[in-house]
């Protein structure tokens, strides 16, 4: 049977239309989940939209709408640009979905019926903006340290979650399990900052708003983002808190893989934890904080200006369906994957964003494929065979055979990258190996051998190895940019390999023909007609 693995991201807040830093992580995801699968992992895969609080409740009410028509709106925006990136969740949880909001009264009951729950007040400077209270110390110059906006004094009545009761525990698993949250830095922060200078209790209702999932035995009182947002994991799966779960939870909990942003990583790591703790529920297996896609400077600011974090309430964003409609969904889906390091933030630009497709893809990519494909149909009408080189010189023996050992390398150094999760390594791994094509088309000089009638079956070999390796690489390319790896399988009029192919070179068969008029992968885009567009935008 194949091995269960659930991977989930945060699930998006339906304040307004996700920039492409916000969609970042569901495509990041979405390679994940599809590599996965490609190794032969049986993948649950959940996003969502997260829609209650009193941010939400304002805006529906300056829009003149009601709550819930407000986030129909906004979560349907949301799942429309995952679905134009081409991710391939299982489900698109909603916290105003029935079954969660049923499970949520449930969790409350049950963590104060525990005694983990209680009733007290709570007094600070608070955020509308990040809908969270902070103390003088914590302010950075009087504003919010987290977003900068205003903050203003305010107190309620409120529940609140013992979290130091169960702080040790979460420290010794911390410290136990390595893996459980990556980056490294990201773990030290989480423990040196918050956990080992002690836990405050947390607030986990609201009564300053309406918009939320009622608290059943106060209904004076809503269910805080805390509960509400974070249990989706759980609730998406079937969980049910009187012990009745249901078989996807039985099958896939505890998640293998939370990606986050690193911004939210200490609601996941310390709170989440805690509160399934609290549930006698298992943790999740790993939390990864993933680093920020920054909008770059621009040529006119100067060298210390620094990228920036996108933000809508800045108006400083590029958004994922633009991208889209200029350069295309696996343009897009290869530059924020193949941008973005592991560990530190990331920049994009439209200015950037013509330089890689103009590099990567117009000219590694589709000019392999182009010319490979042309030169098939130039010289032997399409049809690719493999000659052999039995009667080559030990030069060229030499040459075809580390060619060949790259390729039948690749798919395990690919596959060691990504289970660390270093995405962008991977991809370059197999971008090396697509450069590594172009550069075996220079040595071996097909428009030379092609010359000599005496050099037909060296060229078909030729040929032949170009198109082996082009499937290869190909087919490892599939979880980053699915389309493409079709259309280039369909030309070459063959189908994608599965992961345990991956590692034998000579499995494209022999005789086979490949399409008569290839098609441009990636057009070459001029940054000033970009611009251009842009400006129409």
């Given amino acids: 049977m194949k091995t269960p693995f659930y991977i989930t991201t945060a699930i998006a807040y339906t304040s307004g239309k996700p920039h492409i830093g916000n969609t970042y992580e569901i495509v990041l995801a979405d390679a994940i989940a599809r590599f996965r699968r490609l190794e032969g992992y049986d993948v649950r895969f959940q996003t969502g939209t997260d829609e209650h609080g009193q941010k939400i409740e304002d805006r529906a009410n300056a829009a003149g709408v009601s709550p819930k028509e407000f986030v129909d709106t906004t979560a349907a925006e949301v799942k429309r640009i995952w679905d134009l990136m081409n991710t391939s969740y299982d489900r698109f949880i909603r916290t105003t979905d029935p079954d969660h909001e049923v499970q949520i009264q449930k969790i409350f009951r049950r963590l104060y019926e525990k005694g983990d729950i209680y009733k007290g007040a709570y007094e600070g400077m608070y955020c509308k903006e990040c809908e969270a209270f902070y103390t003088q110390s914590q302010l950075k110059d009087g504003r919010c340290p987290e977003c900068n906006m205003e903050v203003h004094p305010a107190k309620e009545e409120a529940y609140f979650f013992r ?12 410290e136990t399990h390595p893996e459980f949250i990556q980056p490294e830095s990201r773990k030290n922060e989480m423990m040196n900052n918050f956990l080992k200078p002690g836990l405050q209790d947390l607030c986990v209702s609201r009564t300053s708003f309406k918009w939320g999932i009622p608290v059943d035995f106060d209904p004076d009182h809503v269910v805080y983002v805390w509960i509400d947002a974070l249990s989706n994991y759980i609730t998406g799966l079937g969980y049910d ?5 249901g078989e996807l939870y039985k099958k896939y909990w505890p998640a293998d893989l939370h990606l986050i942003g690193k911004d939210i990583l200490r609601f996941h790591t310390i709170y989440w934890p805690i509160m399934l703790m609290a549930l006698d529920v298992p943790l999740p297996k790993q939390i990864f904080g993933h680093p920020w896609l920054l909008l770059a400077k621009k040529d006119n600011q100067a060298d210390e200006d620094a990228p920036v974090k996108m933000s809508k309430s800045r108006g400083n964003v590029i958004y994922a369906d633009d991208l889209v409609r200029i350069f295309g969904v696996d343009a897009v889906r290869y530059f924020v ?15 950037l964003m013509v330089e890689r497709v103009n590099s990567d893809l117009a000219n590694t990519l589709g000019n392999l494929v182009n010319r490979t494909i042309s030169m098939s149909n130039k010289y032997f009408g399409g049809v690719v065979e493999d000659k052999g080189n039995e009667n080559e010189s030990e030069e060229i023996k030499a040459l075809d055979a580390g060619f060949k050992a790259g390729l039948a390398g690749l798919r395990d150094k690919v596959a060691y990258m990504m289970t660390d999760l270093h995405v ?3 991809m370059t791994e197999i971008w090396n190996l697509y450069k590594r094509c172009n550069k075996y088309i220079d040595e071996t000089e097909p428009w030379v051998l092609a010359k000599q009638e ?13 198109i082996e ?3 290869i690489c190909t087919s490892l390319i599939q979880p980053f940019m699915p389309e493409t790896a079709e259309n280039i399988a369909g030309q070459l009029n063959t189908s994608l390999r599965s992961f345990d192919q991956l590692d034998t070179f000579g499995l494209y068969p022999s005789g086979n023909k490949v399409t008569e008029k290839p098609q441009i992968l990636f057009a070459r885009r001029d940054l000033k007609e970009v611009l251009a567009q842009v400006d129409t935008l």
């Fill in 469 to 471: 390796g082009i499937m």
């Fill in 337 to 351: 994957l193949h941008e973005m390091p592991f560990d530190n933030d990331g920049t994009i630009s439209w200015e």
């Fill in 454 to 466: 005496d050099r037909k079956d060296r060229l078909a070999t030729v040929l032949y190895n170009l």
């Fill in 241 to 245: 808190a009187d012990g009745n779960c």
């Fill in 163 to 174: 979290m130091s009761k169960y702080a040790d525990r979460l420290i010794e698993h911390i």
């Fill in 424 to 426: 962008a390594d991977a």
